[in-house]
């Protein structure tokens, strides 16, 4: 091997050492790579924003939950053509027409999340109303009744704020109206009168179910249903598309609340189909009815244009629920009901 040979290899040799030392001075220098995911014991929850508290009776937001435990006021507020228009009637959250003698109806209406000054005019209660208003835990103003209707009341255990049990202060006499036809009473009269009788001023009651998505529902379908209560009371309610509520005719004519300045309206008009027991008649063949409001019958549901077909079913102390043939129930869009009680023979008409 010649000179230069021996120096070229030399010269590959100390090349090699070089770049291996390099490697492995690299290798010392570079930091240790560690995982910096921590480890988990749970899977991370994102909390679900807080409820808020809503009315029972309408499914509408209420200012706070000490509010919505509030007692519930009935009063019973009549419907001849002598007492229209009625005062503040649109205010009610519930609302339970049914027929009287002679083929009048009568109202029990339930109010709750409001609290109008003046509602009217009030009248006598009826046998219908030992049922209803136990169903609500209500406090109920009323203004005379027969003693079989007393009787029945008093038998019922209703919170009596008559001025058959000797109660003046939530009434009052309106001189636009004549007698007696011109008896009025305010709803926070009714709640302090009772607080000053030893009546508890709060009561958690059942509410009504409903439905909060109901609003995006489709193209009406029915748009008029109309009532036969009697040959002397026919009610027509009409969808009106824009507000998604039911406007009130009355034989033939606009309804109207005399509170309000409007025309009355309803978020679900719900027709319930009921036994009336005949409870008496009088010498001109008028006859009062026992309607009876627990147990189940047939219903049908008007909401947003909508028809629903079901029975209701009602207990003694809690409202009806309503359940469609295959047992799921059958709710309310969130806002006011009137209950339309009719005898099991009458048929409406819807178009």
Known sequence: M???????????????????????ACKKQDPEVVAAWPEADTERTIAKPAEPPRWPLT????????????????VKIENSSESRPQTNLQLADVVYESVTEGGITRFNAIFH???????????????????????????????GASPTVNAAVNAAGIENLSEDAGISAPFTRSKKHSAPHNLFASVPAFRAEG??????????????????SASAEATPTITQVTIPFSSYN????????GSKTYLRVNNGKNFMDAGTGEQLHATNVVVLWAQHKTASSDVVGSTT???????????TVFRNGQRYDCTWEATA?????????????????????????IRTDINITMQ
């Not at 009217?120 to 109920?140: C, E, K, M, N, W």
């Not at 026919?234 to 598309?241: H, M």
């Not at 009815?289 to 219903?299: K, P, W």
């Not at 409202?319 to 009901?337: E, H, I, R, Y």
Request: aromatic share 8%; net charge neutral; no cysteine.
């Open 59 to 74: 499914g509408l937001e209420a200012p706070s939950a000490e509010e919505t435990v509030q007692r519930v006021v009935s």
């Open 2 to 24: 010649t000179r230069r040979t021996l120096v070229l290899v030399a010269v590959i040799v100390l090349a090699l050492v070089l770049v291996a030392g390099g490697l492995l």
């Open 234 to 241: 026919t009610v027509t309610w009409n969808y009106d598309a």
């Open 289 to 299: 009815y026992e309607i009876v409001l627990t147990g189940s019958g047939r219903a």
């Open 113 to 143: 999340s409001q609290a109008p000054e003046n509602v009217g005019p009030v009248r006598s209660a009826r046998l219908s109303d030992t049922y209803i208003v136990p169903q609500y835990h209500a406090l109920f103003g009323f203004s």
């Open 195 to 212: 607080e000053r009788k030893g009546m508890p001023t709060t009561m958690e009651i059942t509410g009504l179910t409903f439905d909060r």
């Open 317 to 341: 102390d809690a409202p009806p629920v309503f359940k469609a043939a295959d047992g799921t129930q059958v709710k309310l869009s969130p806002g006011n009901t009137w209950m339309q009680v």
